[in-house]
Nanobody, 124 residues
Framework: QVQLVESGGGLVQPGDSLRLSCAAS????????MGWFRQAPGKDRDFVAA????????YSANSMKGRFTISRDNAKDTVYLQMKSLTPEDTAVYFC?????????????????WGRGTQVTVSS
């Protein structure tokens, strides 16, 4: 079992940057693909980005490429989401998720480790 705890959310202004962190614990982090999803009020939980255990493959949703970057530090069992040029449309609860494997899935149903989420609000 893997426990995931997100942090780093908050209230920022349009154009700002923010880095989210997700700390994993409970069992080996090895071969666990880590991803980020987000859910705005009244909307589905959407894929944001994911990265393989070795970091050799990473994928971001098209709408976020160039603005959002995922990375991980396996020595710290932590995955990060660096976000820049934030807009009010990025306001959502951001969830960290994990799944054992080697190929990145983009559907949330494939992930079975979930954090509780961290709120990101972009507003002037």
């Amino acid at each position: 079992q893997v426990q995931l705890v997100e942090s780093g959310g908050g209230l920022v202004q349009p154009g700002d940057s923010l880095r989210l962190s997700c700390a994993a614990s409970g069992r080996t982090f090895r071969n666990v693909i880590m991803g980020w999803f987000r859910q705005a009020p009244g909307k589905d939980r959407d894929f944001v980005a994911a990265i393989t255990w070795g970091g050799d493959d990473a994928y971001s949703a098209n709408s976020m490429k160039g603005r959002f970057t995922i990375s991980r530090d396996n020595a710290k069992d932590t995955v990060y989401l660096q976000m820049k040029s934030l807009t009010p449309e990025d306001t959502a609860v951001y969830f960290c998720a994990g799944v054992q494997g080697y190929r990145i899935p983009r559907d949330r149903t494939s992930y079975y480790y979930w954090g509780r989420g961290t709120q990101v609000t972009v507003s002037s």
